[in-house]
C-alpha cells in the first residue's frame, strides 16, 4: 500500500485536524491525565533522554510533549501536518524555546520527509497518532533513515484489536437476572486484513453537549 491508495483519505484527515487544533489544543492544554498517568511515563521510560540529545517528534499536536522533552534535556525538532496545531504549539512555548523547533511536514510526503536528513536524531517517537495516518509507510522509511546507529525508535498507539475498523462494541443485558445488569465486551471481526478508512469520532461540539448534560444511557 502506498499514498496513492489513500490520497483523498489523507487530504481529508489533515482538513480535520486543522479544523479540531485549536479545540484540541484547548482541550488537551500541557496534557491530560490519561496521557499524563498513562502514556508519558512509559513513553519516556523506553526514550530513556539523556541531556543534549536530539529527539525527532512526529504529529507533535500542540507540542506538549516535545516541550516535556526539552524539559528533560533534549533538544526537540517537532513536527506535524497541521499548520494550526503548529501554531497553537508555538503560543505555548516560551521556557526553553532555544531548543525547541517546530516545522510542518506532510508525514506522508516521501518528498517532504526526506528534509530530516540521514542519521540525524537520536530517538524518533510518535504519540498516539500512527493510527490516525492513513499511509504511515513513508513515514517509517523516514524514522529508519534519520536514526542514528545506536539510537531508538518509541510510538504508542491504542491497542490494534480493540481500536480499528475491525471491531464490534456490544452491550448485553441479561433479563433473567433480575438486576438490569448490563455487561460491555468487543467482537473482533477482522484484525490482519484491515485497510485504512475513516472512522466516527466525536466533534468538539459534541464533547460540549455531554460536558453540559452528562453522558447518555444506551
Known amino acids: 500500500m502506498d499514498n496513492a491508495d489513500f490520497a483523498d483519505l489523507i487530504v481529508e484527515s489533515q482538513d480535520i485536524w ?11 492544554g500541557e496534557g491530560n491525565d490519561w496521557h499524563r498517568m498513562l502514556i508519558a511515563p512509559a513513553v519516556e521510560e523506553l526514550l530513556g533522554v539523556q541531556p543534549g540529545e536530539r529527539v525527532l517528534e512526529l504529529a507533535c499536536g500542540n507540542g506538549q510533549f516535545a516541550r516535556r522533552l526539552v524539559s528533560l534535556g533534549a533538544r526537540v525538532l517537532a513536527c506535524d501536518s497541521s499548520a494550526a496545531f503548529l501554531d497553537c504549539a508555538r ?8 531548543r525547541i523547533e517546530y516545522q510542518m511536514i506532510d508525514l506522508t510526503s516521501e518528498e517532504q520527509l526526506a528534509a530530516l536528513g540521514t542519521c540525524e536524531f537520536d530517538a524518533p517517537v510518535c504519540n498516539m497518532a500512527l493510527m490516525d495516518i492513513a499511509c504511515i509507510t513513508p513515514l517509517l522509511r523516514a524514522v529508519r533513515r534519520t536514526l ?9 498507539v491504542p491497542h490494534p484489536c480493540f481500536n480499528t475498523s ?6 448485553e443485558r441479561d433479563d433473567y437476572q433480575g438486576d438490569d445488569t ?37
Open 91 to 98: 503560543l505555548r512555548t516560551s521556557a526553553y524555546s532555544e
Open 182 to 218: 448490563v455487561t460491555f465486551s468487543v467482537r473482533v471481526r477482522r484484525y490482519r486484513s484491515l485497510a485504512p478508512q475513516k472512522g466516527p469520532a466525536k466533534t468538539p461540539m459534541a464533547w460540549q453537549s455531554e460536558a453540559l448534560n452528562g453522558p447518555k444511557e444506551v
Open 18 to 28: 486543522d479544523q479540531n487544533a485549536r479545540w484540541w489544543d484547548a482541550r488537551m
Open 166 to 171: 475491525g471491531t464490534t462494541l456490544l452491550a
Open 148 to 156: 542514528r546507529a545506536d539510537g531508538r525508535f518509541v510510538f504508542s
